[in-house]
């Protein structure tokens, strides 16, 4: 799993941006879904879903700040009571000591790309080199020399890239610098037919991507043109050595040169270009090395003839906007962030080049990894088991919509709180706190998402069946106006929100 990978970015999804042949080689070999998406589209609530198999409201795990309830059942845990092997390496992003793991090697919090510190059983470390390589070298190392070959096993390997602030490995940093990548159809997006919790967003790539922290300039630059506000300094550039360092200037020092000599001349229209064209070349890096470790994991297991005993699979956190609406971040039951990829490998099981379009989200992750191990599942548990769509047995497969709730607000990027119901066909979204407003798209009309139908008369029956549906989702998945209410209560407890 890696970190915000938005399957724009995988070019077994659309190959405009960047080429991704390692993961790819999962969609050729498996199966590619088109429309996997996650239940509430922000890391820590998402990782929390994928390991207990049970929406947000149920697990305790709302948003980022809230400590993950231990009492929680992962499917780890079940897989080494089963006789599994278990390991974990890279970001979990909550917990020190996760439950179910034979040896684990985690980033604190977000982690660091460059140098970081890791958390072990036996103590914190610091490993010098770029994230993304270190977790795979972790990983493998595990695999050649801890592995125990009488046991089946359980791997976790899971990347901090590309999660903001988007350092890239020195290999990719001095080529993807050089590029130019196409504009999103909406990257000036006014959102006209959309309510108030779209323009209200903090998440707008001119306005709210600092120019310091996210598109690398320095302070002195900052200060020679007396820019008002740009974010703070990326620290993380600071945890380099004097070589790293070296390297990195020789890229990023004329990227500042090149940046004074022309920002007297741009207007909103030009910088919001040039800080898309900055986005795309560091995120977009990222990727490019998380693509190379996992040609390097699938490659071992061609060479340790394990590939033909293994299920391999690749998905992210949530989906990210990548310029779309104007954005960057997630958050949103929007396309974007809402959708998030998903690719699986199980030889003789999957047909070899098969794309799925069910509906299907990381609530399912669990129950499905159980399934093909013949491990028994809670009963609490709420997902379903891809197993039937994995082995093309389409009949078994009765879910035509799936549910998604998004509470962390106020918050950074200021989104606000919604939940919604998606089928192939449409999504209608309520936002509840400080709005109450209502979306509805024909996701085969407007796959962009541009016109909220919501008050046009064509749609009311349509609008009249999704609220039902809704109103059954929620039921089924035990969320409740009064949940709801108890989760704001718990900000306004908290401090988060102001009490009247």
């Known amino acids: 799993m890696s970190d915000d990978h938005a399957y724009q970015a995988i070019s077994a999804y659309n190959d405009n941006l960047i080429k991704t042949p390692n993961i790819d080689r ?26 207990t198999g049970k929406h947000a409201h149920i697990n305790g795990k709302i948003d980022n700040l809230s400590p993950f309830d231990t009492t929680n059942i992962t499917f780890p845990q079940l897989f080494k009571e089963a006789g599994y092997q278990t390991a974990m390496f890279g970001k979990l992003h909550f917990g020190n000591n996760p439950k179910g793991l034979d040896e684990f090697k985690i980033l604190p919090g977000q982690g660091d790309y460059y140098n970081p510190k890791f958390i072990t059983s036996t103590g914190d470390t610091i490993i010098n080199g770029y994230v993304t390589d270190i977790i795979t070298d972790l990983t493998l190392d595990w695999m050649e020399k801890r592995r125990d070959t009488t046991k089946p096993f359980l791997l976790m390997y899971l990347h901090k890239a590309p999660h903001r602030s988007w350092l890239p490995a020195n290999r990719h940093y001095k080529t993807y610098t050089k590029k130019t990548f196409p504009l999103p159809s909406t990257l000036f997006d006014e959102y006209n037919t959309r309510d108030a919790a779209s323009k209200t967003a903090e998440m707008n790539i001119l306005r709210h991507m600092h120019l310091g922290y996210d598109n690398k300039l320095t302070p002195e630059t900052i200060n020679e043109l007396n820019i008002a ?58 990727i490019a090395a998380v693509d190379d470790n996992v040609g390097r994991l699938l490659n071992y297991l061609d060479d340790k003839n394990l590939s033909n005993n293994t299920v391999v699979v690749y998905t992210s956190d949530q989906g990210f906007y990548l310029g779309e609406h104007g954005w960057f971040d997630k958050r949103f039951m929007y396309n974007e962030s809402f959708k998030t990829p998903l690719l699986i490998k199980w030889p003789n099981k999957i047909a070899p080049g098969t794309t799925e379009d069910e509906m299907v989200q990381n609530l399912d992750f669990a129950q499905t990894f159980l399934d093909i191990a013949g491990i028994e599942a809670p009963k609490d548990m709420q997902g379903k088991s891809l197993v039937p ?51 509805l798209y024909d996701r085969k009309k407007d796959p962009m998402e541009l016109n909220n139908i919501y008050n046009s008369a064509h749609y009311t029956s349509v609008v009249k069946e999704l609220k039902e549906k809704l109103k059954k989702l929620r039921i089924n998945y035990k969320d409740s106006d009064s949940l709801t209410n108890h989760y704001i209560q718990v900000y306004k407890d908290k401090g988060y929100i102001k009490q009247n």
């Open 26 to 51: 999962l969609a050729n070999e498996g199966m590619l879904f088109t429309n996997a998406s996650v239940t509430n589209s922000i890391c820590a609530p998402s990782r929390a879903v994928i390991l």
């Open 229 to 286: 506000y740009t974010g703070l300094h990326n620290r993380a550039i600071d945890r380099m050595n004097n070589i790293q360092k070296a390297s990195w200037d020789s890229v990023y020092k004329p990227i500042n040169e090149n940046f004074i000599a022309q920002y007297q001349t741009m207007n909103d229209s030009t910088l919001m270009v040039w800080k898309y064209q900055r986005y795309m070349q560091d995120y977009l890096g990222c």
């Open 389 to 439: 769509l994995l082995k093309g047995e389409k009949e078994l497969w009765d879910r035509d919509a799936v549910y998604y709730h998004y509470y962390e607000y106020p918050a950074e990027h200021a989104v606000k709180r919604h939940y919604g119901i998606a089928t192939k066909r449409y999504k209608l979204i309520h936002y509840y706190y400080d709005v109450d407003a209502w979306e």
